[in-house]
């Protein structure tokens, strides 16, 4: 039982955000450079991907103790036929359970989304910096009719949670195929970039010399 109105939930998140992306960037990824993860956006995106899997799958036990709390009051209770939707409020698990689940989704959310951002800006040539983002910012709402569709297979949020995870987890693992066979180009790409930006900061130097 709570006093705090679901809606409130999703207020942590965006304050998540703020206070963690300071701690990634002068906390955790130095920890894993110290440790001996990398840290290319690749890898950053795929381990957060990883991650927002493991959210989906924290919100299916989530379901499950839920489901079993209902199942097991009716049970004691065979005049009563409740159901999540109108189950005694007091009755209900806390809505605090969910802050693990916001927690993990947005550790997720900046290791991938962010991390996507700076990636397509970093790689872009600098005719296509705005369209790369704006194509990257696109994927949502692509990610959004993929959740219309796949939201029909089943109306039961177990099954729901799952079936995500199981899709992130795959969608990881293509990502993992197509950056391996990108990353070096990108590389090579971003190295000549940066010495021809050098070249031109040398040539530079050398005209006002003269």
């Known amino acids: 039982s709570s006093g ?3 809606e409130y939930g999703q207020a942590l998140n965006p304050i998540f955000i703020l206070a963690l992306i300071p701690v990634f960037e002068s906390v955790v990824y130095p920890l894993m450079k110290k440790v001996g993860l990398p840290t290319s956006p690749t890898f950053r995106i795929i381990l957060g991907m990883t991650i927002t ?8 036990f989530l379901q499950i103790a839920m489901e079993g709390k ?13 159901t ?12 605090l359970t969910q802050i693990p689940m916001i927690f993990v989704i947005t550790c997720g959310e900046i290791l991938t989304s962010i991390t996507v951002l700076e990636f397509a800006y970093s790689y872009a040539p600098p005719s ?9 910012l696109l994927t949502t709402a ?9 939201s029909k297979v089943t109306d039961k949020p177990t099954y729901l949670f799952f079936m ?47």
């Open 164 to 210: 995500w995870a199981a899709i992130v987890l795959l969608a990881a693992v293509l990502q993992g195929f197509i950056c391996k066979k990108i990353q070096g180009p990108l590389d090579e790409y971003r190295l000549k970039e940066l010495e021809g930006k050098n070249d031109g900061v040398e040539l530079k130097e050398k005209d006002s010399a003269v």
């Open 4 to 6: 705090i109105n679901a």
């Open 128 to 136: 296509m910096k705005s369209v790369c983002q704006s194509l990257s």
């Open 142 to 150: 692509v990610g959004n009719l993929v959740v219309i569709i796949f």
């Open 70 to 82: 209902v199942s097991s009051w009716n049970d004691a209770h065979p005049g009563d036929n409740f």
């Open 84 to 95: 999540i939707d109108n189950f005694p409020k007091n009755e209900q698990i806390h809505i």
């Open 53 to 60: 899997a493991c959210s989906f799958v924290i919100c299916g």
